[in-house]
């Protein structure tokens, strides 16, 4: 059981096929999910071609869509993989850096299919800032660390925003976990491609989960091993990344998990102080130290 829907591995008792089923857990078949997930099949047909004849990265094989009581349901061919978090914590030193920097060329792959890199915008911070003053202003607030955090990033933005950036298809949800690997292939997940942005939000959601994820062993070892997930993550994008901006994004990628969590109730406020607070002490002093 996924968020928004669910997912069911099929196999043919006759043939031997095995297929994976994706149905929306929305109630009508014009509920958003459906509609988002038929939207996820039509990405997953225009990409076939833009990852046709790669034999290291590529996308799930879709084989249709249906409606069936009420539910959208994408039929895609089964990928024999594991999530990259799981697939890391078996990894030495250069299976970790070889699994995150294929998932950072991954991504630019993606982003050079059907690219809008002549278009020409701004991160569009004020939408932003208003988004977090607006959702989660009063739980600021009333934190002095994290009003600080976001007063940083208010202060930062709004000089980044003078900034001209390429625009890219986005993935929308980049994280390691939604990206399955086997031992010579990689694969991505959910691909929403819905918006055209900047190339940074992509990037800093992925960066920050991987910073949330278990990568294998405690203390100094596993903060190694997220520094070199990092590093080889960003190498393998490959693009002349703008850190400050990149540190920016992830601060509030950081600060929404934070107030989501925050919202929830008392025991995922718990989390959020006990996990996402770090995670926001961690960008806002990486960003402070590039300003």
């Known amino acids: 059981m996924r968020q928004n829907s669910s997912i069911h591995r099929l196999q043919c008792a006759q043939c031997g096929a095995r297929i994976v089923a994706k149905a929306s857990r929305g109630r009508t078949a014009d509920s958003d999910d459906c509609a988002e997930l038929r939207e996820e099949y039509e990405t997953l047909r225009v990409l076939q071609p833009a990852f046709a004849g790669c034999a290291r ?172 997930a990092e590093t080889a993550f960003l190498a393998g994008f490959g693009d002349a990344i703008d850190m400050r901006t990149l540190r920016w994004a992830q601060l509030y990628f950081s600060l929404c998990y934070w107030g989501a969590y925050r919202q929830r109730g008392a025991l995922d406020a718990v989390i959020a102080h006990w996990k996402m607070l770090p995670l926001v002490e961690k960008t806002a002093a990486q960003l402070r130290a590039l300003t």
């Open 57 to 228: 990265y590529g996308t799930l094989e879709p084989l249709g869509f249906l409606a069936i009581a009420n539910h959208g349901v994408m039929i895609t061919g089964l990928f024999p993989g594991e999530e990259l978090e799981r697939h890391a914590r078996k990894q030495t030193a250069t299976g970790v850096y070889a699994t995150f920097r294929s998932a950072g060329v991954w991504l630019r792959k993606l982003h050079g299919a059907g690219a809008d890199g002549d278009v020409r915008q701004g991160l569009e911070v004020g939408k932003r800032i208003d988004y977090l003053k607006a959702t989660y202003g009063s739980a600021f607030a009333a934190d002095r660390k994290l009003r600080s955090a976001c007063e940083l990033f208010v202060r930062v933005g709004r000089d980044a925003d003078t900034l001209a950036i390429g625009g890219v298809r986005i993935h929308g949800d980049f994280k390691p976990g939604n990206m399955l690997c086997s031992a010579t292939r990689y694969v991505g997940l959910d691909i929403q491609r819905a918006t055209t942005g900047a190339a940074v939000y992509d990037l800093a959601p992925f960066v920050n989960h991987l910073w949330l994820a278990n990568l294998g062993g405690i203390g100094a070892r596993a903060r190694r091993r997220h520094e070199l």
